[in-house]
């Protein structure tokens, strides 16, 4: 199973980014989708997640302003990045979990300057 991630990039306070990450090699609709995000010196932790039924969840810091969704005809989750901080600042990992295996995306780093 390979995840894809991409979207990251450079932006001001206040724009927008949306990620994309598609799964290769596994059952697409069958999958949790998460992402997650990474800063230097800290630990990894989860930004929102979707099921395979489509029920979603989010961070506290995510929430309102993050939207998590997925096209299992494309095989891909995405999460779009609304009013974004200079907080918001890290690289993103996408995330699939199927059945008690899970697997990692490369990581695309955003950068939201003020």
């Known amino acids: 199973v390979q995840l894809q991630a991409s979207g990251g990039g450079l932006v001001q306070a206040g724009e927008s980014l949306k990620l994309s990450c598609v799964v290769f090699?596994?059952?697409?609709?069958?999958?949790?989708m998460a992402w997650y995000r990474q800063v230097p010196g800290k630990q990894r932790y989860m930004v929102a997640f979707?099921?395979?039924?489509?029920?979603?969840n989010y961070a506290d810091s995510a929430q309102g302003r993050f939207t998590i969704s997925r096209d299992n005809a494309k095989n891909t989750v995405y999460l779009q990045m609304n009013s974004l901080k200079p907080e918001d600042t890290a690289v993103y990992y996408c995330?699939?979990?199927?059945?008690?295996?899970?697997?990692w995306g490369q990581g695309t780093q955003v950068t939201v300057s003020s």
């Open positions: 090699g596994s059952i697409f609709s069958d999958n949790t």
């Open positions: 979707i099921s395979s039924g489509g029920s979603t």
């Open positions: 995330h699939a979990q199927t059945g008690p295996y899970g697997y």
